[in-house]
């Protein structure tokens, strides 16, 4: 980053009104990592050595809101769009693993950035003086490298979540965590039980939505504090020919295999969480029968504790409870699935059978081929409308009242032509099927 950055209107204002009103301000944080990293910032966030107070009489004929001043915050409305400006400061004893009991306020930066969680979070910059690197933090984002700043011990002790943040840094940017922090957060694990079950979720999402398989692999001990049943999966052989992971590793194989969509990732996670509990041994050949149901118990279980919306947490669920039926490539077979789990699910079940595939061993793969046929021929099906569903039949309930039936007989008469359609597509036409219902 340098002087001639384009900052985009409002940020490039905020920052000249300060440093009119005789203040120092800079943009810090994620922005300018991002920024770094070639990737537009979806927020700009400023530090100034402003008061509060100075920050609100400086922007006298702009909107501002002050819920966040206790902490130095003051959010200016510009244009609609609201912008963080917060004084340099220095933290206050943290004595729940979350929060500042309170805060002082500073007029240097060096504090400001120091109280930081990591280097590549402690960048400050504005167009006068360019980057503001004190803490080694643009070395760290060139070489791909998650660093605390100072004592890793202390950050965490501070705030617990910045255990689970630092591991999601690595996975959203593919970097890899200095090895005296990656032992501080193994060590500190623990904290994360001190933390709110939204914050931790919020976290876990992007976390698994990145290159996440050396983060689940390296950190699993981490991940198990916050979901138990996972540690069960450790070094658990699957005694069969199929796999040649035990069942953690094909876990987060099948994690990083499928399309990063929360609700797909979240599917592969627990998919097969259940095993250990389901194993069975005989004739040298390990079993797992029923375990669907009970990774979808544990997975019910995680969602409900960690308080997911509905819609993902049913979403994942149907996929971990369907991720092992058998998938056959017949033409009224995909119909019957297009019927029974609608388009968008039976597709996304397609997709969990091809990440689960992935996860097993190379010579058994070979389904996968199988799987991607299917999914050709299902998105033929839909796109050439054949009928699957009761609204896609050329006949409908008026149709059948004006031939006699009656109540409940018009539905059920609608279920018979529809069984007969999707085992002949051929046959959905409106003389066939009112000829069909005259003779019943």
Known sequence: MNNTVNLPENV??????????????????????????????????????????????????????????????????????????????VDGEYSDNRRPEGVSFTKSLREDLKRRDFTVNALAYNPDEGIVDLFGGENDLKNGIIRAIGDPNKRFNEDGLRILRGLRFASQYNMKIENETASSIHRNKELLKNISAERIAEELNKLI??????????????????????????????????????????????????????????????????????????????????????????????????????????????????????????????????????????????????????????EYRKRIDLYNEIRKRTEEIIRDRECFSVKRLEINGKDLMELGYKGEEIGQELKLLLDMVIEDNSLNKREILLNKAKRR
């Open 12 to 89: 490039g204002l905020i920052l000249k009104r300060l440093k009119e009103k005789g203040f120092e301000a800079y943009l810090v944080g994620g922005c300018i990592r991002n920024t770094l990293l070639g990737i537009e910032p979806k927020d700009y966030d400023f530090t100034t050595n402003a008061s509060p107070e100075e920050i609100i009489g400086a922007f006298p004929e702009y909107k501002t809101v002050t819920t966040g001043i206790r902490f130095g915050t003051v959010t200016v409305i510009i244009g609609k769009e609201p912008y963080e400006i917060t004084t340099y400061r």
């Open 209 to 362: 939505c990145g290159n996440c398989e050396s983060v689940l692999r390296e950190f699993r001990d981490v991940f198990a504090v916050i979901i138990p049943e996972l540690s069960k999966c450790f070094g658990f052989e699957q005694h069969t020919k199929y796999h040649n992971r035990d069942v953690y590793e094909h876990i987060i194989a099948t994690v990083s295999a499928i399309r990063p969509e929360k609700y797909l990732r979240l599917a592969m996670l627990f998919h097969d969480i259940g095993k250990p509990d389901y194993f069975t041994f005989s004739d040298g050949v390990g079993h797992f029968k029923g375990h669907a149901k009970g990774s979808r118990q544990i997975a019910e279980h995680f969602f409900s504790s960690f308080k997911y919306d509905k819609a993902t947490a049913e979403r994942a669920i149907a996929l971990i409870k369907y991720h092992d039926i058998v998938l056959e490539n017949r033409d009224n077979l995909i119909r019957r699935y297009l019927n029974k789990f609608g388009e968008e699910m039976f597709l996304d079940i397609i997709e969990v059978h091809i990440a689960d595939d992935m996860g097993k061993a190379p």
